[in-house]
């Protein structure tokens, strides 16, 4: 059997699969000449020092579509090959993306506040809330789940936008500059990968360029947002609100952002529902073991399509 490295945590039913075709080490026990594969998670991913003492190494098989903490190109480099699970969580973030849009628009958490202190029955109605419909949506970075949110978002009638490194053949209205969209729209869909390349692409100007009644939405990675930015213009009043599913140093999130009331707030729950966290794990696993099998995987990063 081959040796295989798990890092961070992994399903019951992934290690069944596992199990029979691998000796499953943990991270403080393990011999480094033995290790031939890794199963690891987009947060934990493979640190460089870790990569660079295992000699013997041949896969990195990462249970999310996120890899930016895995490095791809030096991996690649040593002929080791890095997968992921694209396409079987595009709809459930998609989702994710929607549902924040909306709680912001319609005041989800601060009307759930106002029923459950009383308040409707000692003070009256709530106040009202902004409608969602034909709203204008930026989205950053427009693959496969930035079109899904596209398409998701149609019951609403938006005018979608996109700004990505590259115009595409899509019906929507592109932007070669982010600021000019933000400028554009009332809200911005942030669905690009994390890494050094988008690190803060979302920064106080960007921020404030949404102006006092925009929305930003955040479903790819913290550190595509200036987190303190974003704090100061949502306290400020220079934003209006904010729905966020990661951070910068998560699961810390500022106390900041916990205490604002203009801010919807998720655990990274973007892909986080029983069918297709199953989906990931599946493919996760089918990667690991077609290798064994063959020596090929079902889906690489886009760094390692020619190994």
Avoid at 22 to 45: E, L, P, Q
Avoid at 185 to 196: A, E, K, N, R
Avoid at 270 to 276: D, H, K, L, P
């Amino acid at each position: 059997m081959a040796d295989l490295l798990q890092i961070g945590g992994i399903t019951e039913a992934m290690r069944t699969r596992l199990s029979d075709a691998f000796n499953i080490h943990r991270r403080d026990a393990f011999d480094a000449d033995a290790i031939t594969h890794i199963v690891t998670n987009g947060h934990d991913g493979a640190p460089a020092d870790l990569m660079a003492s295992l000699p013997n190494l041949k896969v990195i098989s990462v249970y999310g579509v996120g890899y930016d903490a895995v490095d791809a190109n030096a991996a690649a480099s040593r002929g080791v090959i890095v997968t992921h699970t694209p396409d079987v969580l595009n709809q459930e973030v998609a989702t994710t993306a929607v549902l924040l849009m909306l709680s912001c628009y319609r005041e989800l958490v601060r009307d759930d506040a106002f029923v459950r202190a009383g308040y409707w029955e000692s003070n009256g109605n709530a106040p009202l809330t902004r409608s969602a419909d034909e709203q204008k949506v930026g989205i950053l970075g427009l693959g496969r789940i930035g079109q899904a949110i596209a398409r998701k978002l149609g019951p609403w009638n938006p005018e979608i936008s996109y700004h990505t490194r590259s115009k595409k053949d899509v019906p929507y209205k592109y932007f070669d500059n982010l600021i000019a969209m933000a400028h554009h729209v009332d809200v911005l869909i942030c669905i690009t990968p994390g890494g050094s390349s988008t690190d803060k692409l979302v920064n106080e100007e960007v921020i404030e360029a949404l102006g006092p009644r925009g929305t930003l939405i955040n479903v790819s990675r913290g550190s595509v947002v200036d987190e303190p930015a974003l704090i100061a213009a949502l306290q400020g009043g220079k934003l209006g609100w904010a729905g966020l599913d990661v951070f910068r140093d998560e699961p810390r999130v500022p106390q900041a952002l916990r205490d604002l009331p203009n801010v919807v707030l998720l655990p990274h729950a973007g892909s986080a529902t029983v069918e297709t966290r199953a989906a990931m794990g599946n493919l996760t696993v089918d990667n690991l073991l077609q290798h064994l099998n063959d020596g090929t995987v079902l889906t690489p990063v886009p760094e390692c399509k020619d190994l």
